[in-house]
């Protein structure tokens, strides 16, 4: 009896002890943080491609009217532009060829994801009677040479996607404006934060957002975003206000908000910067996106006039925010961390506009940039460029030394 009651004991300790060891892992589990990333351009219908360590990818509408396409493929080593194909021959202009876009209703973008490329197809939900599904927006992921092409995401005949794409390991979030018309005929537009998974296909709605929203970035698992839009209860004045999505628990913070008509400002998300181009007051500000060290302010009265409103080919490569003022055609790097600022002189002859204007930057890699430059608007309104790639430090140094592409057609 004694030793069975010794027993029990020595069996309810190990059960006692099994259960506070359990509880305690559990207690320790930590959640799992979405890593995003910003896979296209933060400006929304930019005709900016998608370029990784070996090439780059974007879309020719030069022998279309807007309705098709072709993707073309820039590689690095041998300087060449090509229709994109996984075949020795092909006739690019139509469906035999992996380039061939027979859709390019409503405009699109490339983007790269898991050694995969991906083609946006924004659609336009005024052309649905006439084109039909190639007016629907969709989503087509296929190999780096085009091949295997398939659909993984379409949108509804009301729907139309916007072009500003962010992705975590499994996942594309996207936005996208839904086009409501009720019984009076009255017509109402919303947008959306949708999110597709790359591994099932499945599409979601997360969360509605103000319409006039584009993705500026990202920092660690929120969604940036930029909105504009008019505020009923004072006059329909215009506002911008800066969102922070958090995509694992569904939350929104607002981090600035101004009234546009006393603030002209361009924000930028650059690596964990959050970098606002104040052209009213002539000037960047920069601060954390963790909010951790005060704002830096660098003058900018040397690069915009008074009362300037735009600005010009912005980007940022390699802790240089990168941008053309509005006197002259050079461009200005700014350096974010020392606040120093250069000037790249770097430009063409643009005989349709009779004026010097600089090389846009596309892409690059480590060591290299790839530039453009305009030779010609069609016809029907797009713009045929030419390439030219050159050494990183050759551009930041002004010394114009560039292997200009040629284009196999």
């Not at 053309?324 to 002189?345: F, H």
Request: glycine residues 6%.
């Amino acid at each position: 009896m004694k030793l069975n009651r010794i027993l029990i004991a020595i069996s309810l300790s190990l059960l006692l002890c099994s259960c506070t060891s359990t509880s305690v892992e559990k207690e320790h589990v930590e959640s799992k943080e979405t890593k995003l990333s910003m896979v296209t351009s933060s400006v929304e219908y930019s005709t900016i491609g998608a370029g990784n360590e070996s090439g780059y990818y974007y879309i020719d509408y030069s022998n279309s009217d807007g309705s098709t396409g072709c993707i073309r493929y820039i590689d690095y080593n041998t300087a060449t532009d090509i229709p994109l194909t996984a075949q020795i021959t092909s006739d690019n202009g139509d469906d035999t060829s992996e380039s061939y876009l027979e859709s390019t209703i409503g405009g699109g973008t490339l983007f790269l994801l898991k050694d995969n490329l991906f083609y946006l197809r924004c659609g336009a939900s005024v052309f649905y009677d006439q084109y039909g599904k190639d007016a629907l927006p969709a989503i087509y992921m296929m190999n780096l040479d085009g091949s295997n092409r398939k659909l993984i995401a379409q949108g509804k005949s009301n729907e139309e996607f916007l072009t500003t794409i962010v992705a975590d390991e499994d996942n594309i979030y996207y936005l996208y404006n839904q086009i409501q018309t009720n019984s009076d005929e009255n017509i109402s537009a919303k947008e959306f934060l949708g999110r597709i998974n790359l591994n099932t296909g499945r599409q979601e709605q997360l969360v509605s957002v103000p319409y006039g929203s584009r993705i500026l970035g990202t920092y660690k698992n929120r969604v940036i975003l930029n909105c504009i839009y008019a505020l009923p209860e004072n006059n329909y004045s215009i506002q911008q206000k800066l969102l922070s999505f958090d995509v694992d628990n569904f939350a929104f913070e607002t981090l600035d908000a101004w009234d546009t008509h006393n603030r002209i400002m361009y924000c930028y998300i650059c690596e964990e910067n959050l970098l606002k181009v104040d052209l009213t007051n002539r000037q960047f500000i920069i601060s954390t996106l963790n909010n951790d060290s005060e704002n830096q302010i660098i003058d900018a009265k040397d690069i915009f006039s008074e009362g300037e409103t735009s600005i010009w080919y912005p980007t940022y490569y390699d802790g240089y925010f990168i941008c053309q003022g509005d006197v002259g055609s050079q461009m200005w790097a700014i350096n974010l961390k020392s606040g120093i600022k250069s000037t790249i002189n770097i430009a063409y002859y643009n005989s349709e506009k009779k004026q010097e204007e600089p090389f846009e930057i596309c892409s690059g890699n480590n060591t290299l940039l790839l530039l453009r430059k305009t030779i010609q608007v069609t016809d029907t309104g797009f713009s045929n460029y030419q390439y030219a790639i050159i050494n990183k430090d050759d551009y930041f140094e002004n010394n114009f030394i560039c292997d200009y592409i040629s284009q196999i057609r």
